[in-house]
């Protein structure tokens, strides 16, 4: 679960990158709410940068998988 800091935020892009640069997930959600999850299932073990953007923000968190 992420924790987001910005209340009622609209229109949230979230884009899932590796550790060498490459996307490998992107999630468009309407309403963001203060927590959210999504599906990591499809990522194989590694380090990977979420970055969130809407129109009056942008935050990138760094995150690994373990399996």
């Known amino acids: 679960k ?3 800091s910005q209340p009622n935020v609209s ?3 979230i ?3 590796n550790s060498l ?3 490998v997930k992107e999630i468009t959600i309407e309403e963001l709410s203060k927590e959210f999850g999504f599906d990591i299932q499809s990522l194989p073990a590694g380090i ?4 969130i953007n809407t129109k009056n923000f942008s935050k990138s968190q760094k995150f690994s998988v373990v399996r």
């Open 48 to 51: 990977y940068i979420i970055n």
């Open 2 to 4: 992420i924790q987001n």
């Open 21 to 23: 640069g490459e996307k």
């Open 15 to 17: 884009s899932i990158y």
């Open 11 to 13: 229109n949230a892009v």
